[in-house]
């Protein structure tokens, strides 16, 4: 079932959740919900669930409004970010709820109540921790017990807030991976609420990244990372280094140097500020151009494939950051506060808003 | 200086708490069983055992539903005028319990705002059981309410919210997932409610007229028993209402054994180690 957003905007009291949002979420998809904390993303998920109602705007499913139809009516299935197991009941019981609690017409029997709560547990895993309190189990088995129980209703649409958040880095890993598979096999659609941005782009078929309760830009993770459309979408995905200079006539003067920009061909004098990314840059002993900037090493980290060195700009004395691949930095022997040309390679040049 | 304190504080207990009791009993039984057993199962006493016994499975109930009720929308909704309920749900215990009774005197009694209403429907209030259920039931309506609003707080409304998402009623929410979650400390304020419904005198000494056999409580009897120097009858009644206070003691502690084990169980569910293999 797909999910349409129109216009949506959200307040509490003088702060503004969401402002004029719109999105599409294709059936079938694994969408990413991705931001800074505060970005409103968290209220989004929550109003296509109907846990919150919306100020302004309209959400369709499946091309129907269901702007104001009441929770337990939406079909969604909403994995909670600390999970809100019922604490008092079974991991069996728990993923019984959702099947126990319809009205006796369209209740499963006992045995069907069983059968499919069996098989989703052992979809999850879990069904040999049927009989265990919520209490007993880890953050990752409870994330899985959650899981199970939204989906336990056949939801046409499952809803997932922070999902992995509460957990640590290794159990994180294997669980993104498990729930790509799960999507895959289930094939729900799905919105996943995220601040971290290797989770989005790994796990889902399109992220959506918000900022102060705004879409920065939507796309395949693909699309976002080779192509952010804005400043904000830069730098919140991957390393960036950030070049301050004036803009003019299809080029960027950066102190001394001057960088290629002939997206801004017609511009002439005006503030803006040169986007590259770590890897996206060329280390030279001389100066190969107009473009090359001058620097001093500061730092080396020359652990992995990749070296990462930090290194100070001669001209305006900016730090900035660049991963290299290992042979290029062995044939190149850099050593700290030794001289290095920098020479990016790819540029994005955005306007300053003055 | 620890020691000193344990002194000290015990000292107090046994000055205060420990000798009182011995005190009851022990003055009860100084003329001897019989007079004890008489003193108990004399009409007027048996009366007065009964209409607190009736007070109590009135008040109690209402303020169980009174109770939930208001920790319910206070704590999973938010409106305008919340401060307001919960300052005024710690009213009766903020008013002298002789001023509580006195309200209710001046509101439903033969010169008070409704009486003359009230006396041509042929209604009695103030000086009748409905008096003392009513001011009796006042004084006692915090227990509930306030040993439930922390406990909801904190547990917060994931747990509804996810029952509802899952397809749950509200009453399904209610009776399948909060009351669950509240049983312990809904006990809990039912056991002190109760407790203090039974032995409450201030409230209700102003409004049940001390009629004997009819309006007369308990704690009433014990002091109108005294009153006329009948001691070891007095004590021989105090000494039942002491016993009921050391079955709630008793219950009170079970009740709270259960409830840190919950809320053990509530602080397990909230952190996420990591202490099995995901």
């Known amino acids: 079932m797909s999910i349409e957003v129109r216009n949506l905007r959200k307040t509490f009291g003088d702060f503004v959740a969401l402002d004029n949002v719109s999105l599409d979420v294709p059936g079938g998809e694994l969408v990413a919900l991705l931001g800074p904390s505060g970005s409103g993303k968290t209220t989004l998920l929550r109003i296509i669930a109907g846990l919150e109602p919306a100020d302004q705007g309209t959400i369709l499913f499946h091309g129907e409004n269901a702007t104001d139809r009441p929770v337990r009516e939406r079909q969604v299935g909403f994995v909670f970010q600390h999970y809100a197991l019922f604490r008092h009941m079974s991991v069996f019981e728990n993923v019984a709820f959702g099947l126990r609690v319809r009205p006796r017409k369209v209740r499963p029997s006992e045995g069907e109540i069983r059968e499919t709560v069996m098989g989703l547990l052992g979809l999850v895993q879990l069904d040999v921790l049927a009989d265990r309190r919520p209490s007993e189990l880890s953050g990752g088995q409870r994330q899985r017990v959650a899981l199970a129980r939204a989906l336990a209703v056949k939801p046409k649409v499952l809803l997932l807030d922070e999902p992995f958040g509460a957990l640590d880095a290794k159990v994180r890993k294997e669980l993104r991976r498990w729930l790509r598979r799960l999507h895959e096999e289930v094939h729900v659609t799905s919105v996943f609420v995220t601040h971290d941005q290797e989770e989005a782009l790994e796990v889902s078929d399109r992220v959506v990244i918000m900022n102060e309760g705004k879409v920065e830009q939507s796309g395949t993770p693909e699309e976002v990372y080779d192509r952010p459309a804005t400043p904000f979408v830069y730098g919140f995905l991957g390393d960036v280094n950030l070049f301050h200079g004036r803009i003019h006539q299809g080029h960027v003067n950066i102190g001394e140097s001057e960088l290629e920009a002939p997206e801004w061909a017609h511009v002439s004098d005006q503030a803006g500020v040169a986007y590259v990314r770590t890897y996206d840059v060329e280390l030279a002993p001389f100066a190969s151009g107009p473009s090359s900037l001058e620097a001093v090493v500061r730092h080396i980290r020359a652990f992995g494939p990749m070296v990462r060195l930090e290194l100070d700009l001669v001209d305006g004395g900016r730090t900035i950051e660049a991963h290299i691949p290992r042979a290029r930095f062995e044939s190149l022997a850099l050593g700290r506060g030794e001289r290095v040309f920098v020479s990016p390679t790819s540029v994005r040049v955005f306007a300053q808003p003055t | ?278």
């Open chain 2, 1 to 278: 200086m620890r020691w000193v304190l344990i002194t000290v504080a015990l000292a107090f207990l046994a000055f205060t708490l420990l000798l009182p009791l011995v005190l009851v009993f022990s003055q009860a039984f100084s003329k001897g069983f019989s007079v004890y057993w008489q003193a108990i199962t004399e009409p007027d006493a048996l009366s007065a055992a009964k209409l607190t016994l009736l007070i109590a499975a009135v008040a109690v109930p209402v303020n169980m539903v009174f109770g939930v009720a208001a920790a319910w929308c206070i704590t999973k909704f938010d409106f305008p005028g919340k401060n307001l309920l919960i300052t005024l749900i710690d009213l009766p215990f903020a008013v002298s319990p002789v001023i509580s009774g006195m309200i209710f005197v001046l509101l439903y009694g033969a010169h008070g705002w409704f009486g003359s209403w009230l006396m041509e429907h042929d209604i009695k209030i103030i000086f009748a059981l409905p008096g003392i259920i009513l001011a009796t039931t006042f004084i006692t309506s915090p227990f509930v309410a306030r040993e439930l609003i922390p406990l909801m707080q904190e547990q917060g409304t994931d747990e509804e919210e996810a029952a509802i998402v899952l397809g749950a009623g509200g009453w399904q929410t209610f009776f399948r997932v909060t009351l669950p979650n509240i049983k312990w400390g809904l006990l809990y304020g039912l056991i002190l409610c109760n407790a203090r419904a039974m032995g409450e005198f201030g409230a209700v000494s102003v409004v049940s007229g001390h009629i004997r056999g009819q309006t007369n409580t308990l704690p009433l009897h014990v002091e109108i028993l005294y009153n006329e120097y009948a001691f070891a009858a007095s004590f021989a009644v105090a000494s039942v209402l002491t016993l009921l206070a050391l079955v709630t003691l008793a219950l009170k502690t079970l009740v709270e054994w259960y409830q840190r084990r919950s809320a053990h169980d509530l602080a397990e569910a909230k952190s996420t180690p990591e202490r099995m293999a995901a």
